[in-house]
Every structure is written in C-alpha cells, then in structure tokens.
C-alpha cells in the first residue's frame, strides 16, 4: 500500500510543512481553503449585490405600474381634450345667455320696474360698481324693499320670466317683520309686511376685449366665478 493510501492522521500534519503533506490531505485542505474563499466573496460582494437587486426589482415594479399608469392616461388624452374643448363650447353658450355690457342699464332698470309692478316699495334700490371677473362681470345693488310675503313671491317670479337670463346672488340679506324694531313680538305672516334688506349681486358677460383685460389683471389663483354661495337664482329664458 503507497503513502498516499495510507490513514492520514490530523496530528501529524504540519501546518508550516503543507508541501510535506500526503496528496489526500492536501486536495483536502485546497478544498476547505477554496470553500473558504467563496464563503468570503459571497458574504462581503454576492450578499450586498442580493439586496440591491431586491430594491432595484421593487423599484422597477413601481416604475412598471407607473408606467401603466401613465400609459392609460395618454391612451385617454385625446378623448378628454375633446371633452374638454365641448364644455368650453358649452361654458361659452351659457355665457352669451347672460345680459351684454349693453343689456345691464335695461336689465337694472327692469328689475326695479318687476319690484314695483309687483306692489313691493324700493325704500333703497342702489346699483355699485361692478367687479370685473375672468370671464364675467358682477354688478352689487344695495336694496331695501317693503311688501308681503306673496309679493315677493311675485317679484322673483317675474325677475325669473325676464327675457334674458338673469342670476342674482344674495348677501347678507335680511327678511323680517316691518316693525320688528318697534314690536319685538312681530312675527312673519303671509299677509304681514316685511322688509328685506341686504345686498343682491347680478352678473353680465365680458365681450371678448373685456375677458383679455380682466385676464390680464387677474391675479393668479383668482377665483372664476362667483365666490359667495348664491341663494336660488332667479333666470329667465335666452
């Protein structure tokens, strides 16, 4: 039996003599030094390389979605632009139904008029100046008017039957018995006299001149239309 063949005892071996070794012990050791080295680059490179993959797949999956996302968005961009252009179309419509700049006088005066016909008093029936908006003007008209319950009625009745779409908004408005100061127990009947007080706002178109200037002067993040919360608006046909 040769050297090589024989038992190899661990005791024997020299570490400082590797070359002395029989050839069995030797592949051993290269085996378990090789092991070693792998087991080294894998925990100080290979494992590292493992973690960043993982993040770059999660993040490829979120770039993926969207991606999708996106993609779905562009898909629909011309139907929404087409969308976009007809309720443009429509605003413009609505727009042209309200009084022109040279409709406000009249639609003023005939408002007024609608109150008297209806038996109300115009104890105060005072327009402001308007505001130009982007698109619109409002036009303030402080008001104090005195008649019934029914007669009221009648008036935003006949504001609504005007021939052109009229929309007012109310403001601080008040409605209460005529002599409320006087009779603290005066209570609202529908044959009572009452008096409404307050400030209504109506609204008128920009021509095309008008709608650049008030662009142009509007400050960014401006409202677009109007800011207070409107009471029911009284419209007439176009």
């Not at 993926?64 to 087409?82: C, S, T, V, Y």
């Not at 605003?91 to 700049?101: G, I």
């Not at 008093?121 to 100046?129: C, D, H, K, V």
Request: overall charge neutral; some cysteine; hydrophobic content about 40%.
């Amino acid at each position: 039996m040769s050297a090589d063949n024989r038992k190899v005892n661990l005791r024997d071996l020299d570490i400082n003599s590797i070359g002395s070794w029989p050839r069995q012990a030797q592949l051993v050791f290269c085996g378990f030094v090789a092991l070693l080295i792998v087991a080294l680059g894998w925990w100080l490179f290979v494992r590292d390389k493992g973690n960043e993959l993982e993040g770059l797949e999660g993040q490829e999956q979120t770039l993926r979605a969207d991606f999708e996302k996106k993609q779905g968005r562009a898909a629909n961009l011309g139907p929404l632009k087409q969308q976009l252009a007809q309720m443009e179309q429509q605003l413009q419509q609505m727009l042209r139904q309200l009084p022109s700049r040279t409709e406000m006088p009249d639609l003023i005066v005939d408002i007024s008029q609608t109150a008297l016909a209806t038996g109300i008093q115009n104890e105060l029936f005072q327009p402001g100046p308007e505001t130009k908006k982007e698109f619109y003007a409002e036009k303030p008209i402080a008001l104090r008017m005195v008649g019934t319950y029914h007669q009221f009625g009648a008036f935003v009745s006949g504001v609504a039957s005007l021939p052109r779409v009229v929309i007012m908004t109310m403001h601080d408005i008040s409605l209460q018995p005529k002599d409320a100061k006087t009779n603290p127990n005066a209570r609202i009947g529908p044959n009572s006299a009452l008096e409404l007080a307050g400030t209504v706002k109506t609204y008128r178109y920009l021509d095309e001149e008008e709608a650049a200037e008030a662009a142009s002067s509007t400050p960014a993040g401006a409202a677009a239309a109007p800011a207070s919360a409107p009471a029911k608006p009284a419209q007439g046909g176009a």
